[in-house]
């Protein structure tokens, strides 16, 4: 078993980098945002960034730090999926649980890019509640750092791909080196 962790902050990339190891090397995915998106549906409410912060801390309060990495663990184990990428590890616990679940065969990597950088690749995107100025991006960013409890989630990185240039080709290059290095191919 393979699985691959991707934790970054908003606009990083970690999408691009999921899509194109799932693509190219057969690796089934996770979205972490994907199962906060349906409670809140259920809830009612819409999928902007507060409306899922808010259903995150809900969630969290009435279940526990551990309740999204834990049903992730369930729905790779149920499913019996060799290579795995869970994307969107963000709480220290997210990537505590896969981490003693899988041991050596989990490897968590940091997709990031500068502020600029990301906030101007969300501008592209528009996604319903990404930020429309950079003033609204910093405190999104901030929030969420306060919330998923930054520091402590980034003792749990392995590797870390920066993705800053817009071309593709340099990032894919980047992404088959780490694959090879760590024996994730």
């Known amino acids: 078993m393979k699985v691959i962790g991707l934790v970054g902050p908003i606009g990083s990339g970690k999408d691009t980098v999921s899509d194109y190891i799932s ?16 409670i809140a549906t259920e809830l009612g409410r819409g999928h902007t960034r507060d409306d899922l912060q808010l259903t995150q801390k809900e969630v969290v309060a009435k ?20 290579n795995v990428i869970i994307n ?10 896969p981490k003693r679940e899988f041991g050596k065969d989990m490897v968590i990597v ?58 593709f080709d340099k990032l894919y290059k980047n992404i088959d080196a780490f694959m090879k290095e760590r024996g994730m191919a």
């Open 23 to 38: 693509k190219k090397y057969g690796y089934k995915v996770i979205v972490m945002g994907d199962i906060v998106r349906e």
């Open 63 to 82: 279940y526990g730090m551990e309740y999204f990495a834990k049903r992730v663990v369930e729905k790779i184990r149920k499913n019996k999926w060799e």
């Open 110 to 167: 940091l997709v990031d890019a500068s502020p600029e950088k990301r906030f101007e690749r969300m501008k592209v995107r528009m996604r319903p509640g990404d930020p429309e100025t950079m003033e609204e991006f910093i405190r999104q960013e901030q929030n969420e750092k306060t919330l998923f409890k930054w520091e402590e989630t980034k003792k749990f990185i392995d590797n870390v791909i920066i993705n800053n240039d817009d071309a």
């Open 88 to 97: 969107g590890i963000r709480r220290p616990e997210d990537a505590a649980v």
